[in-house]
């Protein structure tokens, strides 16, 4: 099988992206992705709350996908909420880790007050390749994300004030070098290629979702399809993943980074493997 598919592309070449952050402007950090015909927003919210039990110097993310059922007819009734916990837990997975975010950073008071980053997932349009437009719009976001500074003031008998910053530019960012993006690997016949249309997802059996940090470490695998996949198969879809996601990071970083200095809000970005 040659390494050509039906767009031209070879099996380990991105679409063009187009990244677009700080465009909701009621939250604390934002993002719109649009990879083919897949059109994903994402907005972060951080809100004040509790530290929890077993971690009470750390704060912590929660995500919540919504499937508009104007992206496709599959999302009428169920099949959006069914899809959108799937894609919740799976977020959930990649971030359930010391690594990707520092979690300490976001503790105000231990026991006491954390922030709470609420992550919203919106899918507007589903047009194929799913969780990696999903993945590169959670890392869009939270590099957006700015956190009011917090000042912890206590008096003589103990008990505290929290003083929040009211100037817009006193926050705090968080570091997202470490957040791991999706690399979604879908075999077809005895090749398998990266960002996959529709028409290939439909022409596959078994894909492989390799979350990847930037320098090419896998932090978490998943399997969807109903076909198997055999252990010579994975090992080489896995390769591919750390080789694909590492270009993916560094191309991101780039234009998010280029995007900052030029105080504009959108870019496009070419991925090629």
Not at 127 to 147: E, M, Y
Request: with cysteine; charged share 25%.
């Amino acid at each position: 099988m040659e390494d050509l598919r039906v767009d031209g592309r070879g099996c380990e070449d991105y679409r063009c992206v187009d990244v677009e952050t700080d465009v909701v402007s009621n939250t604390s950090g934002s993002a719109r992705v649009k990879l083919g015909h897949t059109d994903i927003l994402v907005g972060v919210k951080a809100e004040m709350g509790t530290p929890k039990l077993e971690k009470p110097n750390e704060g912590y993310l929660e995500f919540f996908v919504d499937c508009s059922a104007n992206a496709t007819p599959e999302f009428e009734g169920r099949g959006g909420d069914d899809l959108g916990t799937e894609i919740a837990n799976t977020l959930y997975r990649i971030f359930n880790n010391k690594s990707s975010v520092d979690l300490k950073s976001l503790c105000i008071s231990p026991r006491e007050h954390c922030w709470i980053l609420y992550v919203d997932v919106l899918l507007l349009e589903c047009g194929g390749n799913l969780f990696d437009a999903i993945s590169i719009a959670v890392k869009a976001a939270l590099f957006n994300t700015r956190i009011p500074r917090v000042r912890v003031l206590e008096d003589e008998e103990g008990s505290k004030d929290i003083e929040l910053s009211d100037d817009p530019y006193d926050c705090i960012r968080l570091s997202v070098e470490n957040v791991p993006c999706i690399v979604t690997l879908c075999k077809i016949g005895y090749r398998h290629v990266v960002d996959a249309t529709l028409q290939e997802e439909a022409c596959s059996l078994a894909s492989l979702l390799v979350s990847v940090t930037s320098k090419g470490v896998v932090t978490c695998m998943r399997k969807v399809g109903k076909g198997s996949l055999d252990p010579e198969s994975i090992f080489e879809m896995m390769e591919t993943g750390k080789r694909v996601g590492k270009v993916l990071h560094t191309s991101l970083q780039n234009i998010l980074h280029k995007e900052e200095s030029l105080g504009t809000k959108r870019q496009k970005v070419g991925f090629l493997g």
